[in-house]
């Protein structure tokens, strides 16, 4: 048996750029968050067992999820911990790694739903009890940081849902994945947190619990502002439903906060940026953009998704949305531009929202500052 090999001996967490990440539609080289390093597994090789309430045990190969029909599906994937540092700063310390503002990637990912797999083995649990059950996902290949192996879940019903578009991803922008992207296969959980998106995934089970999973259990959960050390944390965390959907959110990326910009012969200048609908309740319908703090805003120009309009059995409710808008400032220092989304089922991004311990799911304004107008 072959040595296994690795990209990185460390986790590698990194974002790019915002600008250059709003740049396009379709992400090609998305932010890296990981627990552990990154494994270089053998496609020819890897198997996904899958096992629990089943009827039939399985163990299938990278061909045989291949035969299986195929599916696309363009969605935005983000770290739970998005705009991390945001919340730190403007409102108190939190606990964890201090991303900005690109801890996201908007990808087409392609492969056979789970629901496909999953009726393949055959669930045994009965639908009243569907509310309750779980499939859980795993990763066996690697250690990591806080767990000897990284897990998670999701609840059954929605894997079984097929609107849910959860998939056991094969290849991203269609290209075969990266190792650093979870080759050979990784889960896809569109709108939900993707710390539920598990890389490298060889083991599916299908239970009537969470993931006990520490990943599931003690991490991603937005803990209640009592909670404000790991002491008071502790209580808490069985209290406490792991994060699932994300929230409506939106970013500015031009222009970058301290910045210097110049005004055109309107005295207006163009601030870009994304937006991301609330859990399965996209796409995005509306971004607008405040200069005076919120007091008045200007509708954004929503951008398409090119292309990708286009294409058969790829719906874009999951998908980001690029935006800009042209918008009338004074000069001056210390200028301040905001922006807020809202998604199809009406969830309007909020000023403010409440300070937690692990600092996720942070979904205040966008906000662009410091700026000096020329």
């Not at 993707?194 to 991490?219: C, F, P």
């Not at 005295?267 to 796409?283: E, F, H, T």
């Amino acid at each position: 048996m072959a040595k296994l090999e690795y990209s990185v001996q460390e986790p590698l967490n990194r974002e790019p750029d915002l600008e250059k990440l709003v740049s396009s539609f379709i992400t090609s080289d998305g932010y890296d968050r990981n627990h552990g390093p990154i494994p270089h597994l053998d496609a020819a090789s890897h198997r996904v067992s899958i096992f629990g309430a089943v009827k039939q045990e399985l163990s299938l190969s990278i061909d045989e999820l291949r035969s299986l029909p195929q599916h696309n599906v363009i969605c935005a994937l983000q770290c739970a911990g998005n705009r991390r540092h945001t919340m730190r700063t403007k409102m108190k310390e939190v606990s964890g790694i201090d991303w900005f503002d690109g801890a996201v990637m908007n990808c087409k990912w392609s492969g056979p739903l789970l629901k496909d797999v999953l009726e393949q083995a055959g669930v045994t649990i009965q639908k009243d009890k569907y509310k309750d059950a779980h499939v859980a996902f795993a990763c066996y290949q690697t250690l990591c940081q806080d767990d000897e192996f990284y897990g998670a879940s999701i609840p059954l019903s929605r894997a079984l849902d097929p609107s849910s578009s959860i998939l056991l991803a094969l290849s991203m922008n269609d290209k075969p994945l990266t190792p650093n992207h979870g080759a050979p296969v990784r889960v896809v959980t569109p709108g939900i947190a993707g710390a539920r998106s598990v890389k490298w995934l060889d083991r599916i089970t299908v239970q009537m619990a969470e993931s006990a999973n520490y990943y599931q259990q003690h991490d991603y959960k937005i803990l209640p502002p009592e909670a404000d050390c790991a002491e008071k944390a502790e209580k808490w965390w069985a209290k406490v439903p792991a994060i699932q959907d994300m929230p409506v959110n939106s970013v500015i990326a031009v222009p970058k906060s301290e910045g210097r910009v110049e005004r055109d012969e309107n005295q207006c200048i163009q601030v870009k940026g994304y937006a991301l609908p609330s859990g399965a309740d996209g796409p995005i319908v509306r971004v607008e953009v405040s200069v005076d703090g919120g007091e008045k805003w200007t509708d954004a120009e929503l951008l398409g998704a090119g292309e990708y309009e286009k294409e058969k059995d790829v719906g874009l409710k999951w998908a980001w949305c690029l935006w800009k808008a042209n918008v009338r400032i004074g000069k001056g220092k210390e200028k301040k531009i905001l922006s807020r989304a809202t998604d199809a089922k009406g969830n309007l991004q909020e000023k403010c929202p409440q300070w937690n311990f692990r600092g996720v799911a942070y979904n205040g304004y966008g906000e662009s500052s410091g700026l000096e107008v020329v």
